[in-house]
C-alpha cells in the first residue's frame, strides 16, 4: 500500500512561525500524479511492512520496513525568492530549474539515479539506497513554490499593480521551452510505477474508449466589446468545428455587453461562459470578487465554472486570489501566463511554460492558513494569441508545440480574444491563419485530438482529483465520478474489467508506453494476471 507522512506536530510549529510545512504540498503532487495515497502520522511509521511504499518529506530518513521515497530535507526558511540554484537533469535531458538549494548525499548509496548541475558542476541529486530512493533536494517545495510564482514586481509603466507576468519564477530571458516541473514529477511518477503504482491517466478517453493524444481547448476574454464581436467570434470557431470559451468581463456598473438572449445564441454555437474579473478600476479585495461573480449570476443564471483576471492584475499572494476563488465556489483559474513581454503587454505568438505544467494544477494556501490544500485549481495559458502574419510565415513555433503535446499527452491551450476572430480586426487573417496550420498539422499527423472546453477540463480535472485508485494484491478498485484512463503499471498477460475481458490501449508517451484501461463513471474492479 502507498502512504505518505503528515506530521502535524511540526506543521504547526513550522505554521506558528510563518513558515511553510513543505509536505503539505504532496497530495497536491499526488493529485497531479492521479494516484492515491494514505496519510499517516510519523509514530505509525514502525506499523508498515515490507510490501508498503511511503512518500516522506522530513528533517531525517526514518527508520522503517517499508519502501521510503525520500522527497528531501525541509526547508525551513521562505523560498519564494527569484532564484534557480541548480538544474536538474531529466530523462529527456532537460535542465530543469530548481528553485531549492541540493544538498550533498551524506550516506552511502547504491547508485545515482540523476544529477543536477550546480555551478557547472553535476553533483547527485536522486540516488537509491537499497530498496530506498532519495531526492537531495526539497522536491515538494520547488514544485510548489515555482508554480505559484514569486512575489518579485518589477516597474510596470501600464499597471503599477502586480500583474501575474511579472511573477513568473523563470527570471527574464529565460524561456520554459519545456514544462519543467511536469518533467520533474515525472521523475517520482516513474519510481512509483516501476514499484507497481497504478494511476489515473492525465487525458480523458475520448467517447469510444481509447486515448486521445492531445486535448485541446480555445477560450479568450471579451474584455466587455460587444455582443456582435462576442457571437462572431463563436460562430467562426463552429465554423471550423472547434468549441470555444469567452471570459464575460463586467463593466464598471455591472453590466455586461450582451444579454440572456446572446447567450443562447452562444451556447448554440459551442460556446461557454467563464467570468473575467475585473481589478484594474476596482478594489483588488475578496469582496470585489465576490461582487463580480454575484453580477454574473445575476446576469446569465448560471454560477461561473472558470475565471480568467482582467489585464492578470494580482497583487497579492497567488493563495490568496486562489482562496477568494474558491470562496465563490469557481474551481480553476486560466490567467497564469506561460511567458509575456515586458516591452509590450499587448504582444502576440507567445508560448512557453513559465510556471513549469501544461496542466491544470493544485496548491496549497499559506503558513496563516496552515497550509491547506486549496480547492480551486490553475490552468495555465502555455499559447497565447498565435499569430502568422503572412502566408509564408514560420509555422514551426506552432507545430513544435502540437508534436511535443502529442509525444506527451498534454493538454494544450490556443488563447484567442474574441475580438481578434472579427473579420473587421486587422489581427484576425494573421489568428485564422494559426488555426488553420493548427488543424492542418493534426490532420497532417494522425493525431487523435480531444476538443474540450475550458470549462470542461476544470471539471474532468477535479473528478480526476476525487476519484480513488486503490490496489489489492493483483485488483486495482478504482471510484469515479467521471469516465477515466487507467494507468496499469505494468503490462499483464490477462486484463479483466469487473470480471470480463477487456482491451489495453498501447500509448506510446513520454518516451515509453502507457498501459491504459478505460473505465466510465462509477466503481469497478480491473484484475491484471501474469499467467
Same mark, same amino acid.
Given at each position: 500500500?502507498?502512504?505518505?507522512?503528515?506530521?502535524?506536530?511540526?506543521?504547526?510549529?513550522?505554521?506558528?512561525?510563518?513558515?511553510?510545512?513543505?509536505?503539505?504540498?504532496?497530495?497536491?503532487?499526488?493529485?497531479?500524479?492521479?494516484?492515491?495515497?494514505?496519510?499517516?502520522?510519523?509514530?505509525?511509521?514502525?506499523?508498515?511492512?515490507?510490501?508498503?511504499?511511503?512518500?516522506?518529506?522530513?528533517?531525517?530518513?526514518?527508520?522503517?520496513?517499508? /519502501?521510503?521515497?525520500? +522527497?528531501?530535507? #525541509?526547508?525551513?526558511?521562505?523560498?519564494?525568492?527569484?532564484?534557480?540554484?541548480?538544474?536538474?537533469?531529466?530523462?529527456?535531458?532537460?535542465?530543469?530549474?530548481?528553485?531549492?538549494?541540493?544538498?550533498?548525499?551524506?550516506?552511502?548509496?547504491?547508485?545515482?539515479?540523476?544529477?543536477?548541475?550546480?555551478?557547472?558542476?553535476?553533483?547527485?541529486?536522486?540516488?537509491?539506497?537499497?530498496?530506498?530512493?532519495?531526492?537531495?533536494?526539497?522536491?515538494?517545495?520547488?514544485?510548489?513554490?515555482?508554480?505559484?510564482?514569486?512575489?518579485?514586481?518589477?516597474?510596470?509603466?501600464?499597471?503599477?499593480?502586480?500583474?501575474?507576468?511579472?511573477?513568473?519564477?523563470?527570471?527574464?530571458?529565460?524561456?520554459?521551452?519545456?514544462?519543467?516541473?511536469?518533467?520533474?514529477? %515525472?521523475?517520482?511518477?516513474?519510481?512509483?510505477?516501476?514499484?507497481?503504482?497504478?494511476?489515473?491517466?492525465? %487525458?480523458?478517453?475520448?467517447?469510444?474508449?481509447?486515448?486521445?493524444?492531445?486535448?485541446?481547448?480555445?477560450?479568450?476574454?471579451?474584455?466587455?466589446?460587444?455582443?456582435?464581436?462576442?457571437?462572431?467570434?463563436?460562430?467562426?470557431?463552429?465554423?471550423?468545428?472547434?468549441?470555444?470559451?469567452?471570459?464575460?468581463?463586467?463593466?464598471?456598473?455591472?453590466?455586461?455587453?450582451?444579454?440572456?438572449?446572446?447567450?443562447?445564441?452562444? #451556447?448554440?454555437?459551442?460556446?461557454? +461562459?467563464?467570468?473575467?474579473?475585473? +481589478?484594474?478600476? #476596482?478594489?483588488?479585495?475578496?469582496?470585489?470578487?465576490?461582487?463580480?461573480?454575484?453580477?454574473?449570476?445575476?446576469?446569465?443564471?448560471?454560477?461561473?465554472?472558470?475565471?480568467?483576471?482582467?489585464?492578470?492584475?494580482?497583487?497579492?499572494?497567488?493563495?490568496?486570489? +486562489?482562496?477568494?476563488?474558491?470562496?465563490?465556489?469557481?474551481?480553476?483559474?486560466?490567467?497564469?501566463?506561460?511567458?509575456?513581454?515586458?516591452?509590450?503587454?499587448?504582444?502576440?505568438?507567445? $508560448?512557453?511554460?513559465?510556471?513549469?505544467?501544461?496542466?491544470?494544477?493544485?496548491?496549497?494556501?499559506?503558513?496563516?492558513?496552515?497550509?491547506?490544500?486549496?480547492?480551486?485549481?490553475?490552468?495555465?495559458?502555455?499559447?497565447?494569441?498565435?499569430? %502568422?502574419?503572412?502566408?509564408?510565415?514560420?509555422?514551426?513555433?506552432?507545430?513544435?508545440?502540437?508534436?511535443?503535446?502529442?509525444?506527451?499527452?498534454?493538454?494544450? $491551450?490556443?488563447?484567442?480574444?474574441?475580438?481578434?476572430?472579427?473579420?473587421?480586426?486587422?489581427?484576425?487573417?494573421?489568428?485564422?491563419?494559426?488555426?488553420?496550420?493548427?488543424?492542418?498539422?493534426?490532420?497532417?499527423?494522425?493525431?487523435?485530438?480531444?476538443?474540450?472546453? /475550458?470549462?470542461?477540463?476544470?471539471?474532468?480535472?477535479?473528478?480526476?482529483?476525487?476519484?480513488?485508485?486503490?490496489?489489492?494484491?493483483?485488483?486495482?478498485?478504482?471510484?469515479?465520478?467521471?469516465?477515466?484512463?487507467?494507468?496499469?503499471?505494468?503490462?499483464?498477460? #490477462?486484463?479483466?474489467?469487473?470480471?470480463?475481458?477487456?482491451?489495453?490501449?498501447?500509448?506510446?508517451?513520454?518516451?515509453?508506453?502507457?498501459?491504459?484501461?478505460?473505465?466510465?463513471?462509477?466503481?469497478?474492479?480491473?484484475?491484471?494476471?501474469?499467467?
Amino acid at each position: 500500500m502507498l502512504y505518505y507522512v503528515n506530521d502535524p506536530f511540526l506543521r504547526a510549529a513550522r505554521n506558528a512561525r510563518n513558515e511553510d510545512y513543505t509536505p503539505a504540498y504532496i497530495p497536491a503532487m499526488l493529485a497531479f500524479m492521479g494516484i492515491t495515497a494514505k496519510a499517516i502520522a510519523p509514530d505509525a511509521l514502525s506499523s508498515l511492512t515490507a510490501s508498503d511504499i511511503v512518500l516522506i518529506g522530513a528533517p531525517d530518513l526514518p527508520e522503517t520496513d517499508a /519502501t521510503v521515497i525520500f +522527497l528531501g530535507t #525541509q526547508q525551513t526558511v521562505p523560498l519564494r525568492l527569484r532564484h534557480i540554484y541548480g538544474y536538474y537533469i531529466a530523462q529527456n535531458g532537460y535542465a530543469v530549474p530548481l528553485f531549492v538549494p541540493i544538498c550533498p548525499a551524506d550516506i552511502s548509496h547504491d547508485k545515482v539515479l540523476a544529477y543536477a548541475e550546480v555551478e557547472g558542476v553535476l553533483v547527485p541529486a536522486l540516488v537509491r539506497c537499497g530498496k530506498d530512493y532519495l531526492f537531495l533536494f526539497d522536491l515538494p517545495a520547488t514544485l510548489w513554490f515555482s508554480g505559484d510564482g514569486f512575489m518579485e514586481m518589477q516597474n510596470d509603466p501600464y499597471f503599477p499593480i502586480g500583474r501575474t507576468p511579472d511573477w513568473r519564477p523563470l527570471p527574464n530571458g529565460q524561456h520554459g521551452t519545456q514544462p519543467y516541473n511536469d518533467l520533474l514529477l %515525472l521523475e517520482l511518477e516513474s519510481i512509483l510505477r516501476s514499484l507497481g503504482i497504478a494511476s489515473l491517466y492525465r %487525458l480523458p478517453p475520448m467517447e469510444d474508449g481509447t486515448a486521445p493524444d492531445i486535448v485541446l481547448h480555445f477560450s479568450g476574454d471579451d474584455d466587455c466589446c460587444s455582443a456582435t464581436i462576442n457571437a462572431n467570434a463563436a460562430a467562426r470557431m463552429k465554423g471550423i468545428g472547434l468549441p470555444y470559451h469567452i471570459n464575460a468581463m463586467p463593466d464598471g456598473n455591472g453590466q455586461f455587453c450582451f444579454d440572456l438572449d446572446v447567450l443562447r445564441t452562444l #451556447q448554440n454555437d459551442g460556446c461557454e +461562459l467563464g467570468l473575467h474579473l475585473e +481589478l484594474t478600476c #476596482q478594489p483588488y479585495t475578496e469582496e470585489t470578487v465576490k461582487k463580480q461573480f454575484n453580477e454574473f449570476f445575476r446576469a446569465f443564471g448560471i454560477r461561473p465554472i472558470t475565471n480568467v483576471n482582467h489585464c492578470l492584475v494580482q497583487n497579492g499572494p497567488h493563495a490568496e486570489f +486562489l482562496r477568494w476563488l474558491q470562496g465563490c465556489g469557481i474551481i480553476a483559474d486560466n490567467g497564469y501566463l506561460g511567458t509575456f513581454n515586458p516591452n509590450d503587454i499587448n504582444a502576440f505568438d507567445l $508560448q512557453e511554460f513559465g510556471y513549469g505544467t501544461s496542466f491544470p494544477r493544485y496548491t496549497c494556501d499559506d503558513a496563516a492558513h496552515d497550509n491547506a490544500l486549496l480547492t480551486t485549481m490553475a490552468i495555465p495559458v502555455t499559447y497565447y494569441e498565435a499569430r %502568422l502574419p503572412r502566408e509564408d510565415s514560420d509555422t514551426a513555433k506552432i507545430k513544435n508545440y502540437l508534436d511535443d503535446a502529442a509525444a506527451n499527452a498534454r493538454i494544450t $491551450q490556443f488563447f484567442f480574444h474574441p475580438h481578434y476572430l472579427n473579420e473587421d480586426n486587422e489581427h484576425c487573417a494573421a489568428a485564422l491563419r494559426a488555426l488553420d496550420v493548427m488543424e492542418r498539422h493534426v490532420t497532417e499527423r494522425g493525431y487523435v485530438v480531444l476538443p474540450m472546453t /475550458t470549462n470542461t477540463i476544470a471539471q474532468f480535472w477535479r473528478a480526476r482529483s476525487q476519484a480513488t485508485i486503490a490496489q489489492s494484491g493483483s485488483a486495482l478498485i478504482i471510484k469515479t465520478s467521471a469516465p477515466m484512463l487507467v494507468r496499469l503499471p505494468a503490462p499483464a498477460e #490477462q486484463v479483466t474489467l469487473d470480471g470480463h475481458p477487456v482491451s489495453v490501449i498501447c500509448k506510446s508517451v513520454e518516451g515509453g508506453v502507457a498501459y491504459l484501461v478505460a473505465v466510465v463513471a462509477g466503481e469497478h474492479v480491473i484484475e491484471l494476471k501474469n499467467i
